[in-house]
């Protein structure tokens, strides 16, 4: 697959979807698996929940529905995958910096304080067009850091029985219910009561 593939899935070019793919295509490499998961045969664990995960799904095959995507919630641009066939795992951590100068910072916090002018928009996609290129011309070794930790095999999907909250009325899996007063609740219902 190719970037493009990716913009086309996530709706846009931007410097978190390049990272994204440089890092699934190396890890798919360091694995040295030749296609993209099917089932459950490689799983991913994501440390943050940047553009750069739809790149992942759609290189790797990696997804939240099959089971094989595990969310972190550490804020981290950190990447462990798993190869179920081979026990084979590999850990990339984004290691890119793109030098700017204060001028240029300057920008970038009227861009990210809602500054929507020409000038500020038009620096933001020069530089996110030129973060892009250099982010898929430079050699992996250059950004991303890649180790192979020892880790105990993810656990496959499981798939849960439905039970109806009490409260709602909507269904549950089984394994997220709560049960308050004898009532079987969804988390949104529970935590509303409490």
């Known amino acids: 697959m190719k970037f493009e593939d990716v913009v086309k899935f996530h709706g846009h070019s931007c410097p978190g979807l390049a990272l994204g793919y440089r890092v699934a295509t190396a890890a798919l490499e360091e694995l040295e698996v030749q296609d993209r998961s099917h089932d459950e045969e490689i799983v991913c664990i994501v440390e943050n929940d940047s553009c750069a995960v739809d790149a992942i799904q759609v290189i790797t095959g990696c997804t939240f529905g099959k089971g ?25 951590s984004i290691d890119f910096e793109f030098k700017e100068t204060e001028n240029e910072k300057a920008l970038w916090q009227r861009f990210m304080q809602g500054d929507s002018s020409t000038e500020v928009v038009e620096f933001i996609n020069k530089r996110k067009a030129e973060k ?26 499981r798939i849960f029985k439905s039970l109806r909250c009490a409260n709602c009325g909507e269904k549950v899996a089984e394994a997220k219910a709560r049960i308050l007063n004898g009532k079987i609740l969804c988390i949104p219902c529970f935590e509303e009561m409490l």
């Open 68 to 92: 094989n995507l595990i969310f972190r919630d550490y804020g981290k641009q950190v990447y462990t995958f798993f190869d179920r066939k081979t026990g084979k795992a590999v850990r990339i």
């Open 132 to 157: 892009i290129k250099q982010i898929l011309n430079a050699k992996k070794e250059e950004i991303l850091k890649i180790t192979y930790p020892k880790i105990n095999p993810p656990k496959q999907a």
